[in-house]
C-alpha cells in the first residue's frame, strides 16, 4: 500500500508541525535547522561526514553544527576509521535522537500528546512567548480533527 498526499492531508499530519518542532528544539536546546537535518540523518540510517556536509547544504550556514550535535550526544559514530583497511568513519544517529524523532512522529500523528507538566519549560509562562506556546499547544491537544 502506497501513502498518497491526500491521505497525509487527511490525517493533517502537518498542521501542528511548526508547534512540535518549537517545542522539541525548545526542551532539547537544539536549533529547528537542527532537529530538521537529524530527521534527515535519521533516514539515511548510517552516513559519513560527506554525506552529513552534502545534507546540510539546505540549511543555515553553522560552522559548529557538526562538533556541537556530537557533543551534545545527537550523532554516535557506529564504526571508527583504522587508516589502513577502513579508510574513514561511520556515522549514525544516537537513541536519544531516534528517541525524540520517534517522539515528534507520534505526536504529530496525535498518538501521543505534548506534556504540560513542569518538565514542559513553557509550563511556567515567565515569558510571553511561553504563554502563547501554552495556548497553541492546549488548542492542539483539545483539537478533535487533529
Not at 12 to 26: D, E, G, I
Not at 54 to 62: F, K, T, V
Not at 84 to 101: D, G, P
Amino acid at each position: 500500500m502506497r501513502i498518497t498526499a491526500e491521505d497525509l492531508k487527511e490525517i493533517n499530519l502537518l498542521k501542528y508541525y511548526r508547534v512540535v518542532r518549537k517545542w522539541a528544539c525548545n526542551q532539547n536546546d537544539i536549533k529547528d535547522a537542527d532537529l530538521e537535518l537529524l530527521i534527515y540523518l535519521s533516514c539515511l540510517n548510517r552516513f559519513t561526514r560527506d554525506e552529513f556536509i552534502n545534507g546540510i547544504y539546505a540549511y543555515s550556514w553553522d560552522k559548529k553544527r557538526w562538533d556541537r550535535l556530537r557533543d551534545q550526544g545527537w550523532i554516535d559514530v557506529w564504526r571508527h576509521r583504522n587508516r589502513t583497511t577502513i579508510k574513514y568513519s561511520i556515522f549514525k544517529t544516537s537513541h536519544k535522537c531516534n528517541v525524540l524523532i520517534n517522539r515528534v512522529y507520534k505526536i504529530l500523528l496525535g498518538e501521543e500528546d505534548i506534556p504540560m507538566t513542569s518538565s514542559n519549560k513553557y509550563y511556567n509562562n515567565k515569558s510571553y512567548t511561553d504563554k502563547v506556546m501554552n495556548k497553541v499547544i492546549d488548542d492542539m491537544i483539545k483539537d478533535p480533527n487533529r
